[in-house]
């Protein structure tokens, strides 16, 4: 963090329930569940209070509200309708919730499909396919590192445990893992942009606008709720040009993140790995399970 980029007081207090909601509580910590075969013992992620703040669908306002509007209000709701109108974004999410730490890069596409990289810790680390639909699908093929520390983990757990996850790590090695519908349920809401921003005025009114700051080379504006709301977050937009939204930040009791977004508009391809390179464990909340 840069010396201009230093929080204030106001700043420290606000956090995105939205997206921790969106993203958190939707499965991004759970991204690496494959601990279950060894008997993890970490904690489970709770789930995040109910979004009140970055959201707003404002398609059909009429005049005399947009009057009504502070500027503050009016840059969130541009941002927000910027998100919702984008062909394809990138989002790159960092995530805490006490010492679990759960990063992804991903490029996300208008149906709410995305594809990229994830490092959820020990074990929890390689590249993410979803395809959005009304039952979407979530695929993820671990990489070489994180295998070899699922069966350390494994080995630590006794003879038995260690055999059979070994036979597991064959199968995956070089595959795609199919998430089980409840676990791709869960990462399609955290690549869905209107899961993620949501729709409605109370999400923008009393929106304040901090002073400028630099991130990543941009000059960006921070947008508060109000000093008043309960709700937390801080929202970056561009302070040059249209507006786009370029960061959320926040934290909420032991819970933190940082999203960053860019590359709007950029083409993104989206596609199901070939059958060939997909294997399916058991339904049946691991995927290692006999």
């Not at 075969?37 to 707003?56: F, I, K, M, N, Y």
């Not at 630099?214 to 921070?222: D, L, Q, S």
């Amino acid at each position: 963090m840069t010396e201009d980029e230093k929080p204030t007081p106001d700043m420290r207090r606000v956090t995105v329930r939205r997206v921790l909601t969106a993203v958190v509580a939707a499965g991004l910590l759970g991204v690496g569940a494959v601990h279950d075969a060894v008997s993890w013992d970490g904690p489970v992620p709770r789930e995040a209070p109910r979004a009140q703040w970055l959201a707003g669908d404002f398609q059909g306002i009429e005049a005399p509200e947009v009057v009504r509007m502070t500027r503050a209000e009016r840059l969130l709701a541009t941002a927000t309708d910027l998100m919702h109108e984008t062909r394809s974004v990138r989002m790159a999410a960092d995530i805490r919730q006490g010492q679990r730490r759960v990063r992804m890069d991903v490029r996300i596409d208008r149906a709410g499909s995305c594809a990229g990289s994830f490092d959820g810790g020990l074990g929890n680390r390689g590249t993410l396919v979803v395809v959005a639909g009304k039952e979407p699908e979530a695929y993820m093929r671990f990489s070489s590192v994180a295998l070899a520390e699922l069966q350390r983990m494994a080995d630590s757990r006794g003879s038995t445990v260690s055999a059979r996850i070994r036979a597991r790590i064959e199968q995956m090695r070089g595959k795609y893992v199919k998430a089980p519908s409840k676990g791709a349920d869960g990462l399609a809401k955290g690549c869905s942009i209107t899961r993620l921003i949501g729709s409605g005025e109370d999400d923008w009114k009393g929106t304040r606008q901090l002073a400028p700051v630099r991130r990543e080379g941009r000059r960006v504006i921070p947008l508060a709720p109000s000093a008043a709301d309960g709700d937390q977050g801080v929202a970056y937009v561009d302070a040059e040009g249209k507006p786009y939204l370029r960061a959320l930040k926040g934290d909420d009791k032991d819970m933190a993140v940082d999203l960053g977004f860019s590359e709007y508009g950029k083409p993104v391809t989206v596609r199901r790995p070939a059958a060939a390179e997909i294997v399916e464990f058991a339904d049946d909340g691991s995927m290692f399970s006999a």
